[in-house]
């Protein structure tokens, strides 16, 4: 597991540096930016753009992957990807001091089928039923203007056992609001504390990097999804979103 404390902004860990073991440079965490290898400058620009967009690291920046990340990190071709598997990292343990988070991909369907289908109070809201080819669509839909970057449709493991699945999009419908398409804790779980920790840790995490609100919908009529998503400190926004199916009612919540 990666220490981000020495994450530096460029995705770098100057940690076991030649250069800084012999106290030739003190590492650019440590100097604010203002290292020999920028002294003609001021500071590195990387360290210097981070701080203006009040970003830990490139990986966690709204603006993340920007077009002039490939020249400012030129040094390596790979940026892009070395970021983003920062940022997941980032992200998803950022998601629970409890359980194991991470992206879903194909070899999870199962399991996410099984934790869905018993469910069927929500699909009786929110048809159709889910199968294996639903939970395929969710997990590669996106909404206008975002990239796979921002989508988050991540399990909750507590070992081998699935006990939650959420689909997260960071930076929508705006570049400080987070979306939650979906979110489903397993039938056993519910009612004890489970899904309200989730999001309370959720909403900690995406605060943690930016994030001033999030934004949800429940279908209309579903008693149990307004309850649930009120007692956790959601407001309806007075917008719905009519389908030809159910009315989604639009709900947010201000973070800190
Ligand atoms: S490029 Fe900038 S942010 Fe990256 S290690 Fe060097 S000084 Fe630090
Ligand atoms: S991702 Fe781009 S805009 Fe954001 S801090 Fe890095 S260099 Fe600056």
């Known amino acids: 597991m990666t220490d981000f404390s020495t994450i530096t902004a460029c995705g770098e860990c100057c940690v076991g540096c030649s250069k800084k073991i012999d106290g030739l440079c003190p590492g650019c965490i440590e100097a604010d930016g203002r290292v020999p290898e920028w002294a003609q400058s001021g500071m590195c ?81 929110c048809p159709p039923f889910v199968s294996e080819q639903s939970i395929r669509d969710d997990m590669n839909a996106l909404p206008p203007g975002k990239t796979m970057t921002d989508k988050y449709y991540v399990g909750y493991y507590d070992e081998d056992r699935l006990i939650a699945v959420m689909d997260l999009i960071i930076g929508f419908p705006d570049k400080t609001t987070a979306f939650i398409g979906f979110f489903m804790t397993e039938v056993d779980a519910q009612g004890k504390g489970l899904g309200s920790a989730l999001i309370t840790e959720l909403t900690n995490a995406m605060s943690g990097i930016g994030i001033k609100e999030v934004r949800l919908g429940w279908v209309k009529g579903n008693p149990q999804a307004e309850h649930f998503w009120k007692k956790n400190g959601f407001a309806e926004t007075g917008a719905t979103n009519e389908t030809d199916k159910y009315t989604v009612v639009v709900a947010r919540r201000g973070l800190q």
Request: net charge positive.
């Open 45 to 125: 620009k990387v360290h210097a753009c981070c701080k203006e967009h009040n970003a830990r690291f490139c990986g966690l920046c709204s603006e993340f992957p920007c077009d002039k990340l490939p020249q400012m990190i030129s040094w390596n071709p790979e940026i892009i990807k070395h970021l983003s598997a920062l940022r997941d990292e980032y992200i998803c343990s950022s998601l629970s001091g409890k359980y194991t988070v991470r992206k879903l991909s194909e070899a999870d369907i199962p399991k996410a089928l099984s934790l869905c289908e018993k469910n069927t109070l929500y699909y009786q809201y």
